[in-house]
């Protein structure tokens, strides 16, 4: 029998509370979106869960389709009374929070994933596809989003006790100050600590690839071996097929929240200078010591950030991914009109390679 809730214990706060005018929005229902399928979203007052549709003005108003409604959103419905009870959502209230990531391709679009979450569990697995570049840029994100950190590492069960402490230590070094708890879905290890860190009230999300054990975690907080989905992994490369095809919200036998998303296959990045900054919180604090204040930390003299990875004070890995994903976010804070001169630039050198090409075919 599915548990009622009161909105408070769904997760709803005087911060959001006092976005509502009562006098104004009379006869609207406050609700939380639960789950987003394709043109419609599926919401919940905590004791009933019924479809909902955008209005025509929300739409209308959206400046992009960061505005429409998320997993996680908060928003205020009018309920239509008619045999299929469609609610119509009017408007979304601002968010604590907002999980997002760079669209796939090459657009500077964002694609918003979730909001409002307290904190984001980052999942790596400890076996084959384990990337602490990877595991970097998703701190990144996370630390953007302004969402709170700590990193799971699944499979425990294929390191011996030695090779995990090198693995968490790594970790450590790459990452220093963030909370790290590994576990294995298979044998229970850590299993205990890990649904510890679930709090009622509080809304999570776990996020990584396919395969690391996402899925098969959140069978094993909720106690049902059949509740979420799975699918098997290859062997090869620790990769999965995706199992969960629509992001929604769980709430766990202790009143916590977690929203389940598709494992993400591209994490792009851009205008995520906060983000690299809390994330490379030491780089940070290093190129205060540097020559010059615009230093770029690449050949440049006097930087004490080259100088740390020369020492050994900084790891060579760290440094690298640090620059590379600086470059990143530098070509994304490009202005649209930049990036058109440039395509422009790179389409009138292809047209002049091709030309120079057919003339000396022509020559011969």
Known sequence: MKK???LEEFGYSDWFAGQV?????????VVRVTAIHKGECEVSDGEETYPAKMTGRLRHRAKSKRDYPTVGDWVLVKDFEDEERISRITRVLNRQSELKRKSAGRTT???????NIDT???????????????????????????IEPVVLMSKTDLLKSEELALRIQEIEERMPGIRIFAFSNHKKDGLAEVAELFEPKKTYCIIGTSGVGKTTLL????GE???????PVRESDGKGLHSTTWRELITLENGAHVIDTPGMRELGNMDVNEGIGETFDDITELSAQCKFNDCSHVNTKGCAVIAAVDSGAL?????????????EAAFHEQSALD?????????????????RSRKMKGEK
């Open 225 to 231: 071996e059949d509740c979420l989905f799975t699918l």
């Open 4 to 6: 009622l809730m009161t």
């Open 219 to 222: 069978n094993n907080l909720l």
């Open 109 to 115: 679009r964002y694609q918003l994933i979730a909001a």
């Open 120 to 146: 984001a569990f980052i999942m790596q697995t400890l076996g084959p596809g384990f990337n602490l570049k990877r595991l970097e840029r998703y701190l990144v994100m996370v630390n953007e989003s302004g």
């Open 315 to 327: 790891p060579e890995a760290r440094y690298q991914n640090y620059v590379r994903l600086m470059k």
């Open 339 to 355: 990036k058109r001169d440039q395509d422009r630039k790179l389409s009138r050198f292809y047209r002049s390679t091709q030309s």
């Open 21 to 29: 005018d009562s006098e104004m929005e009379e006869g609207l229902t």
